[in-house]
Antibody, heavy 125, light 112 residues
Framework: EVQLVESGGGFVQPGGSLRLSCAAS????????MSWVRQAPGTGPEWVAN????????YYVDSVKGRFTISRDNAKNSLYLQMNSLRDEDTAVYYC??????????????????WGQGTMVTVSS | DIVMTQSPDSLAVSLGERATINCKSS????????????LAWYQQKPGQPPKLLIY???TRESGVPDRFSGSGSGTDFTLTISSLQAEDVAVYYC????????FGQGTKVEIK
């Protein structure tokens, strides 16, 4: 079965750190750009970061630059998000998501055709 | 940043009737040289992740019922559910991927 499974969420105080993991199965992670998308309670989704297939390019939303790091281990079919200096406003469900791959052009696009079930991150004192 | 604004915030439609959701981007998401609109639609049910319904503004994702259709170009887009079914009750989001990906605020669809 093609799926993504996140882990690593939890409760952390402001200024703390967490590392999220995403395990892919049923497909080769190495073939896809991958993203993290978060959703705070009662709001729409917010794209957080993405990473190229070989890890050579990474992009972030401005609000997490310098605090979050996206990485991947294709041999383990896994994606990661290291989150440091956490703030109250980082509280959200964090989803691992697969970027759309256009077979005809061989290009990747930031629409998301596969999502995990999400892992909750709560930042509070 | 390209900001996405949906309307209405919520709507109630009778079973079997048409539901129409609008999405407006703050600047064009049409990539002229490719003649493609970088616009997607998602459905999210409570406790579930978003599900991709439509990409390139009008291309239905595999397995999505044909009662869902997308239209529009440039800055104005529409998601139409031609005949609302009970299982379509959800929040719907548009998303642009022309620039840094960004979602609309969502439209909640309920049964009247």
């Amino acid at each position: 079965e093609v799926q993504l499974v996140e882990s690593g969420g939890g409760f952390v105080q402001p200024g703390g750190s967490l590392r999220l993991s995403c395990a892919a199965s049923g497909f080769a992670l190495s073939a896809y750009y991958m993203s993290w998308v978060r959703q705070a309670p009662g709001t729409g989704p917010e794209w957080v970061a993405n990473i190229k297939q070989d890890g050579s390019e990474r992009y972030y939303v401005d609000s997490v630059k310098g605090r979050f790091t996206i990485s991947r281990d294709n041999a383990k079919n896994s994606l990661y998000l290291q989150m440091n200096s956490l703030r109250d406003e980082d509280t959200a469900v964090y989803y691992c998501a697969r970027d759309l791959y256009d077979i005809l052009t061989g290009s990747s696009h930031d629409a998301f055709d596969l999502w995990g079930q999400g892992t909750m991150v709560t930042v509070s004192s | 940043d390209i900001v996405m604004t949906q309307s209405p915030d919520s709507l109630a439609v009778s079973l079997g009737e048409r539901a129409t959701i609008n999405c407006k981007s703050s600047q064009s998401v049409l990539y002229s040289s490719k003649n493609k609109n970088y616009l997607a639609w998602y459905q999210q049910k409570p406790g579930q992740p978003p599900k991709l319904l439509i990409y390139w503004a009008s291309t239905r994702e595999s397995g999505v019922p044909d009662r869902f259709s997308g239209s529009g170009s440039g800055t104005d887009f529409t998601l139409t559910i031609s005949s609302l079914q009970a299982e379509d009750v959800a929040v719907y989001y548009c998303q642009q991927y022309y620039g840094s990906p960004r979602f609309g605020q969502g439209t909640k669809v309920e049964i009247k």
